[in-house]
């Protein structure tokens, strides 16, 4: 009477031992894919050795100080002559000046617009975008829209487009902690937007420039100090993406705190 149970259990037990013998392999396939997955993720960040660290937005969309004045080369009008300013591409920007004035049919040309006063140095300038010469007249001339960063509004500047390559890279990173070194120093002096605070991908005005040694491609560290009486700290790594005689601007590559105006920047 008891054989059939017996024999029951004896065939449920074999059956889960061969269920579980079947799902050890299947438990290591697992795992051994979840190291792969692990492993690429660790080469991805090994390996990655550079990337963009200067892009065309940086080089015709961000913000700088004009130090010097700008000759009276503006837009009158722009769109097809009414308050339109949120141009695209193919647009037209009319131009208070001409042939007579050495401009060019075909020329390339960056529209900026000028803001505050930033301390002794010069003007908030932001680069707007650009455009070419399409018709040209001894005092007036017709640009069409290649590319735009924002708005252009009447008044905004015209200046000669200068072509400037990208950069690639590899970000340098930054000591959490570090002494004094003997690269250029300055400090913050600008956020973009007139933020209080930015991160990474950000841009920043500094107060040191080409008359103090930077160059674009230049990288820096970005130091608070907590107290007089105690080591700075690192809080990011930029990279210097213009530069003017007294003043650069910089973009935030990596930071572990908010970047705030009067932090220190010091090259490598």
């Known amino acids: 009477m008891n054989a059939f149970p017996r024999n029951l259990v004896l065939c449920l037990l074999l059956g889960f031992l061969l269920t579980a013998a079947a799902a050890i392999p299947a438990a290591a396939q697992i795992r051994s894919d979840e190291q792969s997955v ?9 390996f990655r050795e550079t990337y963009p660290l200067i892009s065309e937005t940086d080089l015709y969309c961000a913000i700088y100080v004009q130090e010097s004045k700008l000759s009276d080369v503006r837009i009158t009008a722009a769109g097809t002559g009414d308050e339109k300013t949120l141009l695209s591409d ?6 208070n000046k ?9 020329q390339v040309l960056l529209v900026v617009e000028l803001g505050e006063k930033i301390g002794s140095y010069g003007f908030l300038a932001a680069k707007r975008g650009r455009a070419s010469v399409a018709f040209l007249e001894d005092s007036r001339a017709v640009a069409r829209v290649e590319k735009t960063c924002g708005q252009f509004k009447t008044g ?16 340098l990173g930054f000591e959490r902690v570090s002494d004094e070194n ?10 973009e937007r007139d933020y209080n605070e930015v991160g990474s991908g950000y841009w920043a005005i500094i107060d040191v420039g080409a008359d103090d040694g930077l160059n674009v491609g ?3 560290t970005i130091y608070r100090h907590v107290r007089e009486d105690l080591p700075r700290m690192g809080v990011g790594n930029a990279v210097v993406i213009d530069t003017g005689n007294k003043t650069a601007t910089i973009k935030v590559l990596s930071c572990n705190d908010a970047i705030r105006p009067g932090y220190v920047v010091q090259a490598k």
């Open 218 to 220: 230049q990288q820096m």
């Open 98 to 106: 001409g042939r007579k004035d050495g401009l060019e049919i075909g």
């Open 90 to 95: 193919a647009d037209v920007i009319y131009i």
């Open 182 to 191: 003997p690269g250029t120093a300055g400090s913050v002096i600008y956020l």
């Open 156 to 171: 905004d500047y015209i200046v000669p487009f200068e072509e400037k390559e990208s950069l690639l890279g590899k970000d």
């Open 38 to 46: 692990q492993n690429e993720i660790q080469r991805a960040k090994i």
